[in-house]
């Protein structure tokens, strides 16, 4: 028996919602309903949808942010769009997020069979290749932003070892996002359907992580009181993400190379051994090379962990890239907490790239969860954290043009008057109109 396909309706009108899921249930579909962007991005975290039929004009956040979310989170999620009120700007901002076709209220029930159809046969060819689409597996590059060339670099390498069982190992700062590149080579590859398990082997204490990681009989030890697999048989088939490797204690390094050199796993208090099928990827956020010297970490398990080896750049190596994520979570915090897209003001956003990050997009992340919690619509200066703006680089440079001197200056006294353009303007000694002019 064939799977229904589900379809995400999308409207803040009720009736067309109800008329929606009528005609399609009748063609045999099954059907979620939402009458905000807010409900539909709760159901596409739980649940596997085949298309988003969604209307453009609705209030709070409209159908094209939705059409431009779902493009980049679901890429391979074919989208539908009616609306009672189009415009030659509308249908171009969609089209360019990948909708497939556009329908005006009111619709036929076989005009909108057509448009349905349309939709689901133009990614047909796409689902030979397996990549999950749910929320538990969504697509590999869903959570990865950036454009700059440090970016390229590790999207380059996830693409060459995404479809086979190299080990890898992922080395980068506190906060890079490791865990996002070892789903992105999970999830964008041919195992994506496969299990994806990871292990925090500094967050289980030493005594644990042994039996967690590759399981144990009954009465193994005190507390053994029936047999359980460990995280590497849950991984079967797919792939076990080691984070924080290096904080591993030696009898776990030494059970972890058993397994990659005969690809084989025994169970504290067993003799036999369980084959197995896993890809390991392993990161790290300290110098492996160090702890060897120190004989605090395996040489032989060092290489064969990093067969590749992939460097997550530290986002001051990447500013070009903080817009594209300041975006990001801009929409999933407004979303969250305010029910609308939170803008923020050129001078705040300036503000974020010169600053060095030293907590990367995790301590980014967080400071825009928190501005988007206390500001309005938009964020301002006022909004960033003190620490913050009193640490942020100005380039050194040999010389520079009056303009940018001026412009730089004129950041230094927004700093310090907490982004009030008027106290600014007065210590300046230029009226406010002026002050927006030099700021341009």
Request: proline content about 4%.
């Amino acid at each position: 028996m064939l799977k229904k396909e589900n379809i995400l309706l999308v409207d803040d009108d009720i009736q067309i919602l109800e008329l929606l899921q009528r005609h399609l249930e009748s063609m045999d579909f099954h059907t979620f309903k939402a009458v905000s962007v807010k409900e539909a991005l709760y159901i596409l975290k739980d649940t596997p949808v085949d298309l988003l039929i969604t209307d453009v004009n609705m209030p709070e956040i409209n159908g094209i942010e939705l059409v431009k979310y779902t493009a980049e989170h679901f890429p391979d999620m074919p989208k539908l769009v009616v609306t009672g009120f189009p415009s030659a700007e509308d249908a171009f901002s969609v089209f360019k997020s990948g909708v497939t076709d556009y329908l005006t209220k009111p619709f036929t029930k076989k005009e909108l069979a057509e448009a349905v159809k349309k939709s689901l046969v133009s990614v047909k060819p796409k689902k030979e290749k397996p990549i999950a689409q749910s929320a538990n597996t969504s697509n590999g590059y869903a959570d990865m932003i950036g454009e700059s060339e440090a970016f390229q670099k590790v999207t380059e390498i996830i693409d060459r070892v995404k479809d086979n069982r190299a080990t890898i190992l992922v080395r980068g700062e506190s906060g890079t996002g490791k865990e996002l590149v070892a789903r992105a080579i999970h999830y964008s590859g041919k195992f994506a359907r496969s299990p994806f398990v990871a292990v925090n082997c500094a967050a289980i204490p030493e005594n644990l992580l042994e039996a967690e990681l590759f399981g144990y009989t009954k009465g193994a030890f005190t507390g053994a009181n029936e047999t359980r697999n460990g995280f590497f048989q849950a991984a079967n088939n797919g792939t076990i993400f080691l984070d924080e490797i290096g904080d591993a204690p030696l009898p776990v390094q030494t059970r972890l190379l058993r397994v990659l050199q005969e690809k084989e796993v025994t169970k504290i208090g067993s003799q036999k051994a369980e084959k197995l099928e896993v890809r390991v990827i392993a990161a790290t956020n300290i110098d492996l090379e160090e702890l060897i010297e120190k004989k605090m970490f395996r040489e032989d398990l060092y290489y064969r962990l990093s067969v590749v080896s992939v460097k997550v750049p530290p986002l001051r190596d990447r500013k070009d890239d903080i817009p594209l994520l300041v975006n990001r979570f801009l929409f999933k915090y407004g979303v969250e907490y305010k029910d609308h897209i939170v803008q923020i003001e050129p001078q705040a956003l300036e503000i974020l790239q010169r600053y060095s990050w030293p907590g990367n997009i995790r301590e980014l992340e967080n400071v825009i969860q928190r501005a988007v919690i206390m500001c309005d619509r938009k964020i301002t200066l006022k909004e960033l954290p003190e620490e913050l703006k009193y640490k942020i680089d100005f380039p050194k440079k040999g010389y520079q043009s009056l303009k940018d001197f001026e412009r730089e200056y004129i950041q230094k006294v927004l700093v310090h008057t907490k982004g009030n353009k008027t106290k600014a303007a007065e210590i300046l000694q230029i009226d406010r109109k002026t002050l927006r002019e030099k700021l341009k």
